[in-house]
């Protein structure tokens, strides 16, 4: 005869958390899941515990949200050495990052719609300002040109994701062609002469395009 006695999986002990390990479990749920998933009910049934014991650990679901962005952050890797020119610089700053916001997706969105500022950023900051420096960018200018830089590369994948991430490039391409199809022919000739490369516009090649144009520009007379 079935057991009909409902069991509940055992609550993990008190105590047997840390904070880190928290926003581990919140960042990997929101990556894997999206963000809007990362809600308190949702992590606390992946740590097997109750709502009120994350509490112990954030003070709230916005500390949760920046200690998620900065524990992301620490998975950037820039390249060692660095270039020694400033454009060279900003080039490999943008596609680290870029990486970075792929491998965790959650970022992006959170960077959009929250002013994380912490330790790691400020770190990370000067660990791109001292070789800029070097090359003869001061700080002053350096920090626009950098902050310029992460909100293009922000942005950039926060509009790369839905298009060419969360599904193949393949599938975008076909929406492309699908949507001039329905289109009375003659009635775009330019926009159907560029078909094919409308499927790429949410691609790498096109990140390219724009990062090597902005860390060129970035990098002309920047005392003016």
């Not at 390990?21 to 990362?38: K, P």
């Not at 200690?67 to 820039?78: F, K, P, S, V, W």
């Not at 949410?202 to 520009?217: I, M, P, W």
């Amino acid at each position: 005869m079935q057991d009909l006695v409902k069991t509940h999986r055992k609550r993990r002990p008190r105590g047997s958390l840390t904070r880190e390990q928290v926003v581990e479990a919140a960042l990997e749920l929101a990556d894997t899941e999206g963000l809007d998933a990362l809600t308190m009910p949702m992590l606390a049934r992946r740590l097997d515990c109750g709502v009120m014991t994350i509490y112990g650990y954030v003070d709230s679901k916005e500390d949760l949200l920046d200690a998620i962005a900065q524990r992301g952050l620490r998975d950037l890797r820039l390249p060692r050495p660095l270039p020694a020119s400033a454009a060279a610089i900003l080039l490999a700053w943008g596609r680290a990052l870029r990486l970075n916001l792929i491998e965790h997706p959650c970022l992006a969105m959170i960077f959009l719609s929250r002013a994380v500022i912490g330790p790691g950023i400020l770190h990370g900051l000067e660990a791109v300002l001292g070789p800029l420096a070097r090359a003869g960018i001061a700080p002053a200018y350096g920090v626009h040109a950098v902050y310029a830089v992460l909100t293009y590369t922000t942005g950039f994948v926060a509009w790369e994701m839905p298009r060419t991430r969360r599904q193949p490039q393949a599938a975008y391409a076909a929406n492309w062609r699908r949507e001039v199809a329905s289109i009375p022919p003659g009635a775009l000739p330019l926009v159907s002469g560029a078909l094919e490369q409308l499927a790429e516009v949410a691609g790498e090649e096109q990140f390219e395009l724009g990062l090597t144009a902005l860390a060129a520009g970035l990098t002309i007379n920047p005392d003016d």
